[in-house]
């Protein structure tokens, strides 16, 4: 390679992620809780059961100390005699003050020893205070070679201290001594004759009892206990959690059956105040929207499809009767009627596109039509409700000449562009000169945050009980049947449609400057007009 070269570095590559197998199914929610039990439970009993053992070695070794206390004063306070009954079976040792074993018994002669596993005398002086609790005694540790031990239930292991408690006798005179050595004197031990002192005994503080007992209780604890309460709790963890997801079941039991066309059908919703209460809540909720889209639906579609048998019946008859009679029809008069039908034809499709439109709660219907879009200047979209009133008012009185419009028009501005707000006010006008016999009157006013849009008229006005009934689709009172003069009935479902849509309302509310209908619209406003 030349060595003005380059040298290219291999970016590494990030290690992909584990994946379950593909071959083998994904374990599901009660077996995930089982398993996460088993582990939790099995870790638990790893760490407690040494930690038991423990705590049961230490309690025992307590226990063995006491013991070899109460032995040590006993062998002490026996010599020359032998101890007591109890006692007998304890390793323990006495020496004399130059470290001459005088008797022992289940302990391992330690003179063969090496120095640092011997069992020093100890002189009265040496003592001091002694143990605080057992004035003249107390506790030492001797480090025995790996190949001995004390005692010969105990096994030699490697090296390893043990404790020995140790107490000093009273003086003790030559013949006590030489009866308590078992007739030494009398030529039974071949040892010189002993002065008078004190001896030093020594008892074993057996640590058997403490190791094995600990020991087996740490090895059952894992051996046994841990698995078959790990089990145990798995089983628990995966029955409970079978409980818990019955709701789920028949939260999918339910949904199928409305998949399968039961709309009417809801989820059970369980007592429990928990995620799957609020699971069941938001379902039902959910199948509440959906029962109510899909019969607006079918109304939408059995509404349109009888205002369009109509005007299609009508406009087929004006075309069906000059053609059988060619030479009687009055053509010009034929085109413009069918014109006529086409065009309300035309008109009632473009009000259920804008109604169906309007309705969709989607991100870009609402951003367009609510005013959450940027503007041309690429700030907030606003439409000045004020001057969008006075001009179709000005436009009015040039197409309706016959009536009188008043109106009282306040400074309001709404967040969005101008289409459907325009929509909402030609509607509403729309309306109210279709009943009304004079007047016409406007009012715009901003009450606590809110554009108030009043349009009232002299007309027939609208009964208490159909008051609400005038917002739905393809709904004309009594009055208004002539489809003519009254319209397919979609302007005021899309006055409340588009006010809804703002955050707003529309309501049919009781005669008060005009005898008439009175309909008031608020809408959240988005702030004063800008100066010019």
């Not at 070695?57 to 009954?85: C, F, G, M």
């Not at 009866?179 to 002993?194: H, I, K, M, T, W």
């Not at 053609?323 to 006529?340: E, K, M, R, S, Y």
């Not at 529309?506 to 608020?522: F, I, K, M, N, W």
């Amino acid at each position: 390679m030349p060595a003005d070269r380059p040298r290219r570095f291999r970016r590494p590559r990030r290690p992909r992620p584990a994946r379950w197998p593909a071959w083998w199914p994904a374990p599901g929610i009660r077996a995930r809780a089982a398993l996460a039990a088993l582990l939790a439970s099995a870790l638990a009993f790893a760490v407690a059961a040494p930690l038991i053992g423990a705590a049961v070695r230490s309690r025992l070794d307590q226990v063995a100390l006491e013991r070899a206390w109460t032995a040590v004063e006993n062998v002490s306070s026996k010599i020359p005699d032998a101890p007591d009954e109890q006692y007998q079976s304890i390793s323990y040792a006495v020496v004399t003050e130059d470290g001459q074993w005088l008797r022992s018994a289940n302990l391992t002669d330690p003179r063969d020893w090496t120095p640092t596993a011997r069992l020093p005398p100890v002189g009265p002086e040496q003592y001091g205070n002694g143990n605080a609790l057992r004035p003249g005694s107390d506790i030492i540790t001797v480090r025995y070679p790996g190949n001995l031990a004390p005692n010969y239930k105990l096994a030699a292991l490697g090296p390893r201290p043990y404790r020995f408690v140790r107490a000093l006798t009273g003086s003790l005179t030559t013949d006590q001594l030489a009866l308590y050595a078992d007739g030494f004197r009398n030529g039974g031990l071949d040892r010189p004759n002993l002065p008078g002192q004190q001896l030093t005994v020594y008892v074993l503080v057996d640590p058997l009892t403490a190791e094995q007992t600990g020991g087996t209780v740490t090895r059952l604890l894992l051996q046994y206990a841990a698995p078959a309460a790990s089990l145990f709790v798995a089983l628990i963890a995966w029955l409970a959690t079978g409980l818990a997801l019955r709701p789920v079941e028949s939260i999918r039991r339910q949904m199928a059956a409305v998949r399968d066309g039961a709309f009417h059908e809801r989820v059970p919703v369980p007592r429990a105040r928990d995620g799957v209460h609020r699971l069941a809540r938001t379902t039902n909720d959910t199948l509440d929207r959906l029962q109510h889209a899909l019969d607006e639906q079918r109304r939408l579609v059995a509404d349109a499809s009888h205002e369009l048998r109509s005007p299609l019946a009508a406009l087929r008859n004006s075309l069906e009767v000059p053609l059988a009679h060619p030479a009687a029809a009055d053509w010009p008069g034929v085109v413009a009627g069918a014109l006529t039908d086409t065009q309300r034809l035309q008109d009632l499709a473009d009000d259920l596109l804008l109604l169906a439109r309007v309705e969709q709660d989607t991100e870009q219907d609402t951003e367009q039509d609510t005013g959450r879009d940027a503007g041309p200047a690429g700030g907030r979209a606003l439409v000045d409700l004020h001057d969008l009133i006075a001009e179709q008012l000005a436009e009015r009185a040039h197409t309706d000449p016959e009536l009188t419009f008043e109106g009282r028009i306040g400074a309001a501005v709404l967040p969005g562009r101008e289409v459907l707000p325009a929509r909402l006010v030609r509607n509403l006008l729309d309306n109210a000169v279709r009943h009304a016999r004079h007047r016409v009157a406007v009012t715009l006013a901003v009450e606590d945050g809110r554009a108030v849009l009043t349009v009232e008229d002299d007309g027939p006005g609208i009964p208490a009980a159909d008051r609400e009934r005038v917002f739905e689709r393809f709904v004309r009172l009594d009055a208004a049947r002539d489809r003519d003069s009254g319209g397919a009935g979609l302007g005021l479902a899309l006055v409340r449609t588009i006010a809804h849509r703002f955050g707003g309302t529309a309501t049919a509310e009781p005669p008060d400057r005009l005898p008439g209908a009175r309909l008031v619209v608020r809408l959240p406003q988005a702030g004063p007009p800008k100066a010019t």
